[in-house]
């Protein structure tokens, strides 16, 4: 780097970083971890008795599937993250995770 350095004025090459960005460092970490959270909750996968989020009352199974796992007046059948779980239609509560796409 010795050689470069009449590229950058000398305040560039020789300063540590003021003060802000010290200030400013820990919260752009607390703002990659709150993010990386948030995404392994996205994958983390449904329990029986939990609600579905609204608006997820859209037929989604996979074509392959659709043969077995069809929507009931007593039981839809949802897909999300290789998972295929059975909801109830009145509450839209998980009664029963019924296939794993992932074996």
Partial sequence: MAKFKHFFPRQVVEAGGNRWDWALLPLVFATL??????ASQMAR????GQALPVGYDVYNVPYSYRATYYDTPNAWYRYNNGYIYQVDP??????????S???
């Fill in 33 to 38: 971890v709150l993010l990386g959270y948030g």
């Fill in 101 to 103: 796409l992932l074996t």
């Fill in 45 to 48: 996968p449904y329990q029986v």
């Fill in 90 to 99: 009145a509450t839209q509560l998980v009664t029963a995770i019924v296939a």
